[in-house]
């Protein structure tokens, strides 16, 4: 198999595990409808946006090119873009999620659960995500992807990610 087949292929697989992984913790979601919940957006050229209520926390920030979307659900959601990026963090149940996007960036943050910390900084054009489980630690950065605890992470651009 060709080496551009090969990271066709990987990418693919990728693609299918990242989807798969986000929508099981989506399913999780529905529980935390109770909490209340904020959000805090930025649309292209908006306002920088910050939320608090009770322990549910957001902001956002993009610059005219780009947008961001925070939101808190008994946790805390921060997402910055700038340069033609789009940045989504969740925080859920106690979590702390930061999606930070720029150069063409499209991260996604997902932190579910007391003590979770998501965080992921994409830099140049394609699509990431970080989740993180209850307890654990998540990072990923343009030069790596570290797991500790339960979650995952996994970048489109640069082809690292882990699992925890």
Do not use: H
Not at 17 to 24: E, K, S, Y
Not at 51 to 72: E, F, N
Not at 112 to 141: E, K
């Amino acid at each position: 198999m060709s080496t551009a087949r090969m990271t066709a292929v990987k990418r693919s697989l990728g693609g299918v595990a990242a989807i798969g992984t986000a929508l099981a913790f989506a399913a999780l979601v529905p529980a935390t409808a109770s909490a209340a919940p904020v959000g805090c957006t930025t649309a292209p050229g908006g306002n920088a946006e910050a939320s608090l209520v009770g322990s549910s926390q957001c902001d956002s920030q993009a610059d005219a090119t780009s947008a961001a979307a925070g939101y808190g659900f008994e946790g805390w959601g921060s997402a910055n873009a700038m340069a033609n990026a789009a940045a989504l963090a969740l925080g859920f149940n106690g979590g702390t999620a930061v999606a930070d996007g720029t150069a063409g960036g499209g991260p996604a943050a997902i932190a579910f659960g007391p003590g979770s910390f998501a965080d992921n900084s994409a830099v140049g054009p394609g699509l990431s995500i970080a989740i993180a489980g209850p307890g654990a630690t998540i990072t990923l950065t343009p030069t790596g992807a570290v797991c500790q605890g339960p979650g995952i992470a996994g970048s489109f651009t640069t082809l690292q990610g882990c699992i925890g």
